[in-house]
């Protein structure tokens, strides 16, 4: 008779393993956060500027 699931030994090292990569990459994603934020924060500042100047050039373009 076949039994189905997993070892003690197989979850341990299925752990271990998914613990050492979250160990890892938890400094990298971080990181990835910070510098999203600083880009949107940045895109943010620079959009009313980018609106304003669409607006002039629309003017500029009309009065043609």
Do not use: D
């Not at 008779?1 to 752990?15: A, D």
């Amino acid at each position: 008779m076949k039994k189905s699931g997993f070892t003690i030994t197989e979850m341990v090292v299925t752990l271990s393993i998914l613990a050492i990569l979250l160990a890892i990459g938890a400094p990298n994603f971080k990181e990835f956060i910070s510098n999203g934020n600083m880009v949107s924060n940045t895109n943010g500042m620079m959009e009313p500027l980018t609106m304003r100047g669409w607006r002039q050039l629309n003017v500029v373009l009309l009065c043609i």
